[in-house]
């Protein structure tokens, strides 16, 4: 292409002044002297010419292509009943027909619901990002396939990052159903023992009589109701215990409706206990009792009773009765009327003095089978005619005596069941062989009767037995020397952490059960963990919110603990199961809002698409083929569709790839211009005047 530029040899500015006056001049010129007027003026323009220093410039320029922004839905809600196939076919002959049309090319770029970790679909978001290379000037248009439920949809058409046509193209069909169950109001916390209200509703695209929901706890059917379609129910769950309190929530599917995904809704309510109420009876005053009183008051949430029996029946002196300072051991309120209140009873070096009579220790008895927790911290006595082994706690007591009390130093070590409980597992100190602990000075010699033993001492002989016992739970500590590591004796041991871990497992801290499946999410990444006692885990089955199931192996992290890690795509409710427990976790933020509406919709995305003269239609009218419309080139339109076709604008942009540039007005020929130019004004100039003379 050819052209003629200009290069001032003097300021822009004072150029167009002498552009203005040699115009007024050469006017002036031609109207007062007439023929030789002309040559002034051709000599005028030819002087300014020269300072313009004029060149024709001849560039080669290459075209570029236009580039079509294809956005691809990938979210959970164009995955469903068949809307993922039509994206995909139409995507293909989409992506066929631009790059085999010259000057165009396509840029395709997928939008997840996961993408960014933002809630719901953001198509404009990812659109904006995926052109932010290419010039606005080389946008030719953009076309969404999608089922039509975007969360980002924008005002106004100047908002978008280009200036050409924005066409929607809607997977799924025109009447479709769906029932989803919308939670209202889940509380996070609740007291145990007490009420929380869930309250919940369920939304139908076509209502009519009310939907059956089923309300489970912790995997346990807890009851079911009709609810009225659109209608807030309120759903009363009583807190049983302490830790997560899983709730879920299902509404029968309606007939012939998209998916069943949104249908359930999972609630965890941590259970939180008002006061952690635990008695402490201790025997005779020992050094270990304070160790044990100081774990127990340092929790602010634990409310200690505790007893220590100073002056047993048989000890006999004159004092009278009403002259001791000493409060009479209230064993008919505590073990008879209020025993069911206490979350923990523990026995430090308690001998069976006749304090508590027989009808007391059946009560303990019916109280651990009932969901009760009871430690055992043993000491001498238990290997002696007073042990409580030799009263009905025997029932539920994991260990008896054999009558020994071992004298020695020894290092408690952990054992291999213990390895894989929750309660010593990673114990500070006694994850190296030998321990790094101290040693403990006296151990009462017993066999274990069953349960777990998780800590040993010397003779193969137990230190620390847990066991279950029906609905409750049951430790004996076979040494009362745990003291020694908080007087720090040769560098000590963890025995808050021992302790506390100990009670924690008493009183159904979830973090310490034994067996237990739990799922956590970060971003895309799923983390199962199975908790066992035994030697390996058994697969686990993972269902996705859109129903697809997959079989999860599980591998060995530490020993008791597996573990596997997943990639998910999908956001929502995931369900973790195996042979004998279930867990459950929601990837993305809870209720989201790609599971709040899944019918497809050509509505939401028209106003923006027709702002900009593109348009919004189904890629399915009527049976099941797609009906993917043409592709047209269009210049200088304002409106960019058709009932077949879609149009594109095309913006005919091109590359300067060399540049040629011949001067006009320097060297010799300019000089030979302009001095004949000259030369020529002052002829005429001088035969005018001769002319006048001889006249």
């Not at 091109?654 to 320097?666: D, E």
Request: aromatic residues 4%; proline residues 6%.
């Amino acid at each position: 292409m050819w052209n003629i530029s200009f290069a001032p040899l003097i300021p822009t500015s004072l150029f167009t002044a002498l552009a203005i006056a040699t115009v007024i001049a050469a006017i002036a010129a031609i109207a007062l002297k007439r023929a030789t007027g002309v040559l002034r003026a051709l000599a005028l323009a030819a002087c300014l010419i020269a300072l313009g220093d004029p060149s024709l410039r001849k560039e080669e320029r290459d075209p570029i292509k236009d580039v079509v922004a294809v956005v691809v839905d990938k979210s959970a809600s164009n995955r469903i009943a068949g809307r993922a196939e039509e994206t995909q076919n139409t995507l293909a002959e989409l992506k066929r027909r631009i790059d085999s049309t010259p000057g165009l090319e396509s840029r395709v770029i997928e939008v997840n619901d996961l993408d960014g970790g933002a809630d719901g679909t953001r198509l404009f978001a990812a659109l904006q990002a995926g052109l932010a290379d290419v010039a606005s000037n080389r946008v030719a248009g953009a076309i969404m396939i999608t089922d039509g439920v975007a969360h980002d949809i924008p005002l106004n058409a100047s908002d978008l990052p280009f200036k050409a046509p924005l066409h929607a193209l809607i997977t799924g069909r025109a009447n479709e159903r769906d029932r989803r169950i919308e939670l209202v109001e889940a509380p996070k916390f609740g007291i145990v023992g007490r009420e929380q209200a869930i309250r919940v509703r369920v939304m139908d695209s076509n209502p009519g009589a009310p939907a059956r929901m089923k309300v489970m706890r912790d995997g346990a059917p807890l009851s079911e109701m009709d609810v009225a379609i659109g209608q807030i129910v309120r759903v009363p769950i009583r807190i049983e215990h302490g830790g997560a309190n899983v709730v879920e929530l299902e509404v029968a599917p309606a007939p012939n409706e998209l998916t069943t995904a949104n249908n359930r809704a999972v609630v965890t309510i941590e259970g939180v206990r008002e006061k952690l109420r635990v008695l402490l009876v201790s025997g005779e005053p020992h050094a270990g009792e304070r160790t044990w009183r100081n774990l127990l008051k340092s929790d602010a949430n634990v409310e200690l009773v505790h007893f220590t029996i100073l002056r047993p029946p048989e000890k006999q002196d004159s004092t009278p009765i009403n002259e001791l300072s000493l409060i009479a051991f209230p064993t008919r309120e505590l073990f008879g009327d209020k025993i069911k209140e206490f979350d923990l009873i523990i026995f430090d070096r308690y001998a069976n003095q006749s304090i508590l009579p027989r009808l007391y220790f059946d009560n303990i008895v019916r109280y651990v089978r009932d969901g009760g927790a009871v430690m055992v911290a043993a000491g001498p006595e238990f290997a002696s005619n007073a042990s409580l082994a030799t009263t009905p706690l025997v029932q539920v007591l994991p260990a008896r005596p054999d009558g020994r009390v071992i004298e020695e130093p020894y290092l408690a070590r952990i054992t291999d069941l213990g390895r894989r409980h929750p309660v010593t597992r990673d114990l500070p100190g006694g994850e190296t062989e030998p321990p790094t602990w101290s040693e403990w000075l006296r151990l009462v010699s017993a066999r274990a009767q069953g349960g777990a033993t998780v800590m040993g001492g010397p003779q193969d002989r137990p230190v620390m037995v847990l066991s279950r016992e029906e609905k409750g739970r049951v430790a004996v500590i076979l040494s009362d020397h745990a003291w020694l590591w908080a007087r720090n004796f040769r560098a000590g041991g963890p025995h808050l952490e021992m302790l506390r871990r100990v009670s924690h497992w008493l009183m159904k801290e979830p973090q310490l059960d034994e067996e237990a499946l739990r799922g956590s999410a970060r971003g895309r990444a799923i983390t199962i963990e199975r908790q066992t006692m035994a030697d390996k885990a058994a697969p686990v089955m993972l269902t996705s919110p859109g129903g697809r199931q997959k079989i999860i192996e599980l591998k060995e992290a530490q020993p008791g603990r597996f573990q596997a890690v997943i990639d998910t795509d999908e956001i929502g409710l995931h369900r973790i199961a195996d042979d004998k427990l279930t867990a459950f976790v929601g990837v993305g933020p809870e209720n989201p809002r790609e599971w709040r509406d899944v019918l497809s919709t050509t509505e939401l995305l028209r106003p923006i698409a027709e702002a900009t003269g593109g348009s919004s239609r189904r890629l399915v009218e009527r049976g099941d083929a797609l009906r993917i419309p043409n592709i047209v080139m269009m210049r200088g339109a304002t409106r960019y569709a058709a009932s077949d076709s879609i149009g594109l604008r095309a913006n005919d942009q091109s590359i300067v790839r060399g540049v040629a540039v011949w001067p006009v007005f320097v060297g010799l020929a300019g000089l030979l211009l302009l001095a004949s130019l000259l030369v020529g004004a002052w002829l005429g100039e001088g035969g005018r005047l001769n002319r006048q003379q001889r006249a």
